[in-house]
């Protein structure tokens, strides 16, 4: 996400900090990159003008060029910037003032509005909430079918009028059933097109004028680049958008559209779509967003998503077991699935401040496939095997390496680092005991 104008961008930022004082030939070099980068992004040309126009403003100012770390400071201003860009701070979803609040999505075909749809539901519901979602979409066969199966995943109620022929008359008779079972919000899955046209805005402009949604967000495709910031602004000018959905953020190398769209039309992104799983779609913080572009990390957003994955119970548990020194293979494997549970780990390793900057990690798909065959392994012991692995002799090992499709150098070397891991949770338990720090640790924490 955004890698090729964040490693453009710490390029430049790398040698501005490597002056002992700026001068305004080096703040106008760095700026000429960074114009460059943005234009490489795809961001709208009219943006990056008066982007650019308020950074130099700022960095010429005598409080950055007098400054102890005139580079750090340049910086901190490039920060301030591209989050104003984005919008300066989350927005939050509006309430209707009588329940229930009605949420309409639009968008072109294949910018993932069902599946966003689905997304949306689920996340509402775990703020307490119980949404219905509305198949809106008469025009694609397979749309209606698509939705019921999204809400059937999640477990959430669909509502599929048979005989209505409009979609309005399907959203209105929708809305009618939420009021009767108290479900709120009302989520309105409309139709699609390839391209923006006039029967398209003709029935979303009916849709609006029958029920009045509280919000009109628009699902665009974030890797589509200036195609959907041009596609938002047409949307906006027939239906008044409330705000935009950016989904596939995960595969934008570029950046062009979140950077752009808000500038453009004026409205917000409330919300980003990480990932194709049904929980993969999370509130826009343009302030986290810009630290990440930056390779500042985005602590808070890793914290968000390790309380949602830790179950606090287990978490308590797993204390006392290591206090007790009976943390086994089971327990392993249960915390590795919860780091799974966080996310892709290539989204995490941004999350982390610097650690995206540092060259020879490995590869995250590859990590991802060594969490996979770890587990794999784990699974393919016997419940007796996983809590007490002394007994894996080599007939065992073999039978293990059989059942997960690996090899026994594989089952050997997860042996071992867990073994590894056991005596250095010994050592560490003992030092807290003593007040000492323990030496030689079988791994390094670097």
Not at 344 to 355: E, V
């Amino acid at each position: 996400m955004f890698q090729g104008l964040s490693d453009r961008l710490n390029g430049v930022f790398k040698r501005l900090r490597g002056y002992g004082s700026l001068t305004e030939d080096n703040i106008g070099e760095a700026l000429r990159e960074v114009r460059l980068a943005l234009l490489e992004a795809d961001v709208n040309v009219k943006v990056v003008r008066s982007f650019l126009e308020r950074v130099r403003e700022r960095a010429v100012g005598r409080d950055v060029l007098e400054s102890l770390t005139p580079g750090q400071q340049v910086v901190k201003v490039v920060y301030e910037e591209l989050a104003a860009l984005m919008g300066g701070e989350a927005n939050r979803l509006r309430t209707a003032g009588q329940p229930p609040t009605v949420i309409m999505l639009v968008g072109l075909q294949g910018s993932g509005k069902t599946t966003t749809a689905g997304k949306l539901a689920r996340l509402v519901r775990g703020q307490g909430q119980r949404p219905l979602l509305v198949a809106a979409d008469l025009q694609r066969p397979a749309a209606q079918d698509q939705l019921v199966t999204v809400g059937r995943t999640i477990q959430i109620d669909v509502y599929r009028a048979a005989g209505a022929s409009t979609p309005a008359a399907v959203c209105r008779e929708a809305l009618r059933h939420a009021r009767s079972r108290m479900l709120d919000p009302v989520i309105l899955d409309t139709a699609g097109r390839l391209h923006v046209d006039e029967a398209l805005m003709e029935e979303l402009c009916a849709i609006k004028a029958e029920l009045k949604p509280t919000e009109i967000l628009m699902v665009a495709d974030a890797m589509t680049g200036q195609d959907a910031v041009n596609s938002a602004t047409a949307f906006h000018r027939a239906l008044e958008l409330t705000g935009y959905i950016l989904t596939k953020l995960d595969g934008d190398t570029r950046g062009g559209a979140a950077l752009s769209i808000r500038a453009v039309t004026g409205v917000p992104i409330k919300f980003v779509g990480l990932g194709e799983k049904l929980d993969a779609l999370e509130v826009f913080h343009p302030e986290r967003m810009a630290s990440r572009i930056l390779g500042m990390g985005d602590v808070l957003s890793l914290v968000e998503k390790a309380e949602q994955a830790v179950d606090e119970k287990q978490a308590a548990a797993l204390q006392k077991k290591l206090k007790a020194q009976t943390f086994t293979l089971e327990d392993f494997r249960d915390q590795l699935r919860q780091v799974r549970g966080m996310g892709p780990l290539d989204q995490l390793i941004g999350m982390i401040p610097g650690l995206s900057r540092l060259k020879g990690l490995p590869d995250a798909s590859e990590q991802e496939r060594d969490l996979k065959r770890v587990e794999a392994i784990i699974d393919s012991m016997t419940p007796g095997e996983r809590r007490r692995p002394e007994i894996l002799n080599g007939s065992r090992r073999k039978r293990i390496a059989d059942g997960s499709g690996t090899t026994v150098t594989d089952v050997n070397r997860l042996l071992k680092q867990f073994g590894e891991m056991q005596k250095m949770m010994r050592q560490l338990m003992q030092a807290g005991k003593g007040g000492r720090v323990p030496r030689n640790l079988p791994f390094s924490l670097h």
